[in-house]
C-alpha cells in the first residue's frame, strides 16, 4: 500500500509541476565516447562556443541554451523552459540544426512536454504509419541540419525498426540506422520545409522580435540594465508572476526607491516580454512616492512600464534575501504549488485541516521539498538574483547615465499588441492555408444542403475545399475518402415527419439507385418501418401539436411565405408552397385550421443570422459551420 500511496503521490506531483520545457540531446559518435571523459568534455567545451556565437543577442524568456555532459558519458543534454515565449522552443532547434552540421556524426534529439512536436508542426505531410506521437516516439531526430524520421529498413534482407509492432525503437539503433541508413531515414522534402519554415531565417528573424520603448527607471535600475540588458526578462517574469508575498516585501521598493530621481532610458524587449510587462495594470503604492502622470499625458505609458520593471527586480532582491531556512508552509513556492495540487484535485474530498487531509499535505510536503522546490522557485532564477546582488552594491555615476539617455530614438509601434478581425483572419489564412470566399446571404440555405448530403462517417463530415475532391491515403498522409451517404439518412428522417410535407426533390430518393448496397437496402427497409399513412397516429399527434403551438408566441418566431420575401421554387421547400388546410380532431370537436406555409430556407438564414449576432466573437457555433461549408459570415456584405 504504501509503495501504491507514493507512486500515485509522484504522479500527481509531477503533473502539478508540469512546465512548458524542451528538452534536447546531442549524440556524439562512438569514437568519440570511446576516447573518454577528457574528450568528451573537450568537444563539450567546443559545443557551448560555438552555440553562444550562434545566440548572439538573442534573448531568452527564461534559460538560456546550455549543455552538459550526461553521467552516463553517452550524450549530451540540456532543458529550456521556454514559458509563454514558443519561439525560444524553435530557436532551440535552429541552434541544434547549426550544431549538427558544423559538427560532423553530430545526431540530436528534441522533445518537449507534447513529445515529438517536429511532427505535429509538419502533421498535413506526415507518412500514414505515423498516426500518434506514441508509434513515432525515439523515431525523430536531427542530424546535418535535417529531420530524420525513421520508419522501417530493410537491412541485410532483415526489416528494422518497423513501426507497425508498436515497439518503442531504441536510441541506439535509431542513431546507428541514421549514420549507415541516411538516405532511407531522411524526412520527405514536405516536412523539411514546413519545419524550415516554422523556425524562419536567424538573425534577421531575431531582430523582427525585438521591440525597443523608452522607460522612466530609477537610476539604479538603469545602470543594471546598461551592465545586464538580458536581466529584463528576469524581471518581466518577476513582476508577472508574483503573488502577495511578493507584494508584501517589495511594494515599497525600498532598494530601488525613485523617491530622488528618476532616469529615461532606452530598453530593449522581446515582443513577449514586452507583451507581459504590458498586460497588466499596476499602480505603485502611495509611500513609493512615483508620481505618476495622467492616463492620457504622452509620458505616461514611459511611467507605468517603468514601475512594473523596478517592482520586477524589486521583487528578485526579496526573494534572494529571503530566510531560505523558512518553513515550507510560508513558501511562496509552495503556495503556488499546493494550488496546483488543489486544481489537480489531489485532496479529493477532504476537508481542509481535516487528520487525512493533513497526512496528505505532510506527504506533499516532503516531496516537494526533496524533488520540486528548488525547481519551482525559478520564476527567479539564482543567477539572476546573483547578478542583481552584486551589481546593486557597485558605485553608480548619475551625470553619466543622464547624458547617455539625452537624445533616445522613439519607442517602436506597438500597434502590433492589437489584432482586429480581419488580420485575425489575415494570419489564419496564411497558417492554414483558407480562402474566403465573397459570397451572399442568399447562398447560405443552398450550402447547407450540400453540407448535408456530404460523406461521413464517426469522425465527423469530410467537407471538400474549393470543389477538390480528397484524394486516397498514400505515403504523405492523405486521408481515404469516405463512404456514409447522408442524404439517404435525412430522407428516412424526412418521412417521420411527413406533417412538414414531401422531402425536398434534392432528397428524394423514390427511384432506387443503380448501384443498390447494403448500405441503401438498410436505409429502405428504416423508411418503410417508419413510414406512416395519412390516417396513422402520427398524423393526429402533429395536428394537435400544431392546434396547440398555434395559441402561442412560438408560431410568430417563423418566417412565412406571405412575407412576400423573393424564394425561388428553387429554394422553396416543396410542402410549403401552397396554403395549408388541415382538419385536426381533437378530444370534444373537429375544426379546420388554416396555416400558412414556413419557409424553411429563410427561417434557417435567419436563425444562422442570429446565432452570429449572437456571438460575443467572430469565431463561434454558426461562423464556424459556415467556415466550413465555404461562407466566411465575417466578410459577408451587408
Known sequence: MAAAGGNSLSAVLTKASDEAIVEYFLFPEETSIAEGTVKLNELLMELNIEAVSIVGEYMWQKDSFHLKLDESGNYFYGTIQYDVNVEDEWFTVYILQQLTRKFSGLIARVVDQDGEFLLIESSDYLPKW?????????????????????S??????????????????????????????PNQTLANEKIQVAISKRIGKYPEKMLQNFHHSNLYLPPQVAQLLKSRPNLVSASIRAFHYR????????????????????????????????????SQEFYPDSKTNW??????????????????LTLGFEIILSRGRRVVSSPVSFSSSWLRYEEKLKQYNYYKDFIE????????????????????????????????????????????????????????????????????????????????KTKISDQKLDQIPEKLKEFMTQMSDYTGVEVPTDGSEHESGDEDGGLDPLDFRADDFVSAMDNLLLE????????????????????????????????????????????????ELDSTEIGKTFQFTSTGLPITPRDRVTSTTTQLTETVS?????????????????????NMLESFQSQENPTGPSSNLLRNIGFDITKAKK
Open 130 to 150: 505515423a498516426e500518434s506521437d506514441e508509434i513515432c516516439q525515439q523515431r525523430v531526430y536531427i542530424s546535418n541540419g535535417l529531420v530524420h524520421l525513421i
Open 152 to 181: 522501417e529498413i530493410e537491412v541485410n534482407g532483415k526489416l528494422e525498426a518497423s513501426p507497425s509492432k508498436g515497439d518503442l525503437l531504441e536510441i541506439s539503433l535509431a542513431l546507428e540506422l541514421i549514420r549507415k541508413h
Open 243 to 278: 503573488d502577495g508575498i511578493d507584494m508584501k516585501t517589495a511594494r515599497l521598493m525600498a532598494h530601488f526607491s525613485p523617491i530622488s530621481h528618476l532616469v529615461k532610458k532606452g530598453v530593449r524587449f522581446t515582443k513577449s516580454l514586452y507583451a507581459m510587462l504590458s
Open 291 to 308: 508620481k505618476f502622470p495622467l492616463r492620457n499625458s504622452p509620458e505616461y505609458k514611459a511611467n507605468a512600464l517603468g514601475a512594473k
Open 353 to 432: 485541516g481535516s487528520r487525512e487531509y493533513k497526512k496528505l499535505e505532510e506527504q506533499a510536503k516532503l516531496y516537494f521539498q526533496a524533488t520540486v522546490a528548488s525547481e519551482l522557485d525559478t520564476n527567479v532564477d539564482d543567477q539572476a538574483i546573483q547578478d542583481v546582488q552584486s551589481l546593486i552594491d557597485q558605485s553608480m555615476d548619475l551625470t553619466t547615465i543622464e547624458d547617455e539617455n539625452l537624445s533616445l530614438p522613439e519607442d517602436d509601434d506597438d500597434s502590433w499588441l492589437d489584432v482586429n478581425a480581419d488580420e485575425l483572419e489575415s494570419l489564419l489564412e496564411a497558417q492554414f
Open 500 to 547: 412538414l410535407g414531401k422531402p425536398n426533390k434534392d432528397w428524394d430518393l423514390s427511384e432506387p439507385s443503380s448501384e443498390e448496397d447494403e448500405d441503401d437496402i438498410n436505409m429502405k427497409e428504416i423508411k418503410e418501418k417508419y413510414s406512416f399513412s395519412k390516417d396513422s397516429k402520427i398524423h393526429e399527434l402533429m395536428g394537435a401539436m400544431d392546434e
Open 586 to 606: 381533437s378530444s370534444s370537436t373537429n375544426h379546420t385550421v388554416s396555416y400558412e406555409p414556413v419557409d424553411i430556407d429563410m427561417n434557417a438564414l435567419a
